[in-house]
């Protein structure tokens, strides 16, 4: 059963600073990795998809690494703003569920203090 | 090209009452998928549908059921409510142009609250 696990839950940091959010899953067969950003109480917005035969992808100041073989992506933002407080969650399809069928991790809560 | 819709957004139902939730998916999008979350769980995938027909499943009772219409808009039915039903129900959508593994667009959710 694929697991997908997002350590720490939460962190905070000072504006300006980078973050790094990690997420790990257990079986390597996926289609793509997503990364979701969720303010409170409100719906998930899709910030970038990483296909399993890429290693990364970037958009603006966000840029997310993928590695298949150790189970692990990493979300960089760059240069922190109060803007970006919210949670960031990871999601990965596999391969043999087909269709579009999410498993999530359980989401990393980010506070950047102005 | 206006987003995916979900109505009503708060609801408030009593236990054993039964609920319907909709789901208007972006223009042209065939994919809609249902998912639950809760504080304790997190989001949990409930069912997928595509042209009208579930794709994929994930593990809730019976009393969760979906369909999926001729325009790609959906609906999600709980019967019996319970009080562990209470969550935030989002839907996505998405192209499916590959048959899988697409980028998901999701909808603000409706809050369901059981008491």
């Known amino acids: 059963k694929q697991e997908v696990t997002q350590i720490p839950a939460a962190l905070s940091v000072p504006e300006g600073e980078n973050l790094v959010l990690n997420c790990s899953f257990t079986?390597?067969?996926?289609?793509?990795l997503q990364w979701f950003r969720q303010d409170p109480g409100k719906g998930l917005t899709s910030l970038l998809l990483i296909q399993s035969s890429q290693r990364e992808q970037t958009s603006g100041r966000l840029n997310a690494s993928l590695d298949k073989s150790s189970g692990r992506s990493t979300l960089y933002i760059a240069a922190s703003q109060p803007g970006d407080s919210a949670t960031y969650l990871c999601?990965?399809?596999?391969?043999?569920?087909?269709?579009?069928?999410?498993?999530f991790g359980g989401g990393t809560r980010v506070l950047v203090k102005p | 090209k206006a987003g995916v819709t979900q109505t009503p957004r708060y609801l408030i139902k009593t236990r054993g009452q039964q609920v319907t939730l909709s789901c208007s998916p972006i223009s042209g999008h065939r994919s809609v998928s249902w998912y639950q979350q809760t504080p304790g769980q997190g989001l949990q995938f409930l069912f997928e549908y595509f042209s009208e027909t579930q794709r994929n499943k994930g593990n809730f009772p019976g009393r969760f059921s979906g369909r999926q219409f001729s325009n790609s808009r959906s609906e999600m039915n709980v019967s019996t409510l319970e009080l562990g039903d209470s969550a935030l129900y989002l839907c996505a959508s998405s192209s499916s142009l590959s048959g899988g593994g697409n980028t998901q667009y999701f909808g603000p959710g409706t809050r369901l609250t059981v008491l």
């Open positions: 999601a990965v399809t596999l391969i043999k569920a087909a269709g579009n069928k999410l498993t």
């Open positions: 079986d390597s067969a996926i289609y793509n």
